[in-house]
C-alpha cells in the first residue's frame, strides 16, 4: 500500500528566510508531484518529478527528487507572504496501481513579516 | 477557460437525502479521480476511473458511489448523507497511463454541507 508522509506539517517562518518541506513515499515510484492549496480553494499544480534526480525550479521555489531513497523536497528560498498556503506532495502508484494518486498530509506554510 | 468543471460549487443538502455531484472535463483525459477533503485534511481519494475501470479504495464506505457514463462526464452519488460527509469534493483528471507523469488538473470543488 502507497503511503506518502510529509513533514513538517506546519511551518511558521519569517520573510527572507529559506527552508525545506520533505516528502517521503512507501513504495516504488518515479512520479511525483507537488500542489498549492489556498484555503477554500481548489490545488494548483506546481511540480512535476518524473525522474530520479529530477529539479525543477519555479521562482522561490525549487523541487527535487530521490527516486532510490524515496524522497522529494520542496525548498523555499527568501520566503514571502504571498507564498503562505498549504503544500501537497502527491505520489502515483507503480505498475498495478498506476493512475492511483495518493497525497501527503500537507504542509500549512504561513510566512510572516 | 476551465478544463475541468464541477457543479455545483456549493451544495446543501437534507441528512440522508441522496445527492449527486458532477464534473466534466475538455481534456480528454482517460483518468478521472474523486477525492474527499475536509477541513485542514489531505485530500482523500475515493476512487478513479481509469478509461471505463472503476478502482475503489479499500476505506471508501459503500455509501459512496460514482458513474462515468463517458470520457467527458463523472458522477459521484452520495446515498445517505450523513454529517460526517460534510467535506469538498475535488474531481481531478489525468493522462496518466498515455501521457508518462502526468499531472492531475483539478476543479474547483464542490463544498457539501449536510443539514
Known amino acids: 500500500e502507497l503511503k506518502v508522509e510529509q513533514n513538517p506539517l506546519f511551518l511558521s517562518m519569517q520573510e527572507g528566510k529559506n527552508y525545506t518541506i520533505y516528502c517521503n513515499y512507501s513504495?516504488?515510484?518515479?512520479?511525483l508531484y507537488w500542489y498549492r492549496q489556498d484555503p477554500g480553494k481548489s490545488l494548483e499544480s506546481l511540480f512535476v518529478?518524473?525522474?530520479?534526480?529530477a529539479v525543477k525550479q519555479e521562482g522561490r521555489l525549487m523541487a527535487s527528487l530521490d527516486t532510490k531513497a524515496r524522497l522529494s523536497t520542496l525548498h523555499i528560498t527568501a520566503a514571502v507572504h504571498d507564498l503562505s498556503a498549504t503544500y501537497f506532495c502527491?505520489?502515483?502508484?507503480?505498475?498495478?496501481?498506476?493512475?492511483?494518486?495518493?497525497f501527503g498530509k500537507g504542509t500549512k506554510l504561513s510566512v510572516k513579516p | 477557460d476551465a478544463m475541468v468543471i464541477q457543479n455545483p460549487r456549493y451544495q446543501v443538502t437534507q441528512f440522508g437525502k441522496p445527492v449527486t455531484l458532477s464534473c466534466s472535463q475538455t481534456?480528454?483525459?482517460?483518468?478521472m479521480y474523486w477525492y474527499q477533503q475536509k477541513s485542514s485534511q489531505a485530500p482523500k481519494l475515493l476512487f478513479h476511473?481509469?478509461?471505463?475501470?472503476?478502482?475503489n479504495e479499500a476505506d471508501t464506505p459503500d455509501n459512496f458511489q460514482s458513474r462515468r457514463p463517458n470520457t467527458s462526464f463523472c458522477f459521484l452519488d452520495i446515498r445517505s448523507p450523513g454529517l460526517g460527509d460534510a467535506a469538498m469534493y475535488l474531481c481531478?483528471?489525468?493522462?496518466?497511463?498515455?501521457?508518462?507523469?502526468?499531472?492531475?488538473?483539478f476543479g474547483q470543488g464542490t463544498r457539501l454541507t449536510v443539514v
Open positions: 481534456l480528454n483525459h482517460n483518468v
Open positions: 513504495t516504488t515510484s518515479d512520479r
Open positions: 476511473y481509469y478509461d471505463k475501470d472503476f478502482n
Open positions: 518529478l518524473l525522474s530520479n534526480g
Open positions: 481531478a483528471t489525468s493522462g496518466a497511463g498515455v501521457i508518462r507523469g502526468a499531472e492531475a488538473f
Open positions: 502527491a505520489v502515483e502508484g507503480y505498475g498495478g496501481s498506476q493512475g492511483n494518486l495518493i
